[in-house]
């Protein structure tokens, strides 16, 4: 069973960065995709931000221009830079992989934006 980690939420002011990092417990070289999505009160889950395992990237274009997806192979990491945040960014923040095998997710990483 593969697991996902999350972290890097927190409280933070409009305008303001915070960098979402997610932890996997397998080797993510073999994924075929990776990405963060969100889920606002209210609201279903929607896709942020993916990359594929060439390297492609896709972004919801609420984030386009602020949103950063990286990986890091060496220690299957996953990373999120989100800048110039803003209220409608507030949500749980969920890290996703795809392998041939199953679908994973993490538990999930709250992002507040707010005076």
């Known amino acids: 069973q593969v697991q996902l980690v999350e972290s890097g939420g927190g409280l933070v002011q409009p305008g303001g960065s915070l960098r979402l990092s997610c932890i996997v417990s397998?080797?993510?070289?073999?994924?075929?995709?990776m990405g963060w999505y969100r889920q606002a009160p209210g609201k279903e889950r929607e896709l942020v931000a993916r990359i594929m395992s060439g390297g492609s990237t896709n972004y919801a274009d609420s984030v386009k221009g602020r949103f950063t997806i990286s990986r890091d192979y060496a220690t299957n990491m996953v990373y999120l830079q989100m800048n110039s945040l803003k209220p409608e960014d507030t949500a749980v923040y969920y890290c996703?992989?795809?392998?041939?095998?199953?679908?994973?997710w993490g538990q999930g990483t709250q992002v507040t934006v707010s005076s």
């Open positions: 397998r080797s993510i070289f073999r994924m075929n995709h």
């Open positions: 996703n992989c795809n392998d041939d095998y199953g679908t994973y």
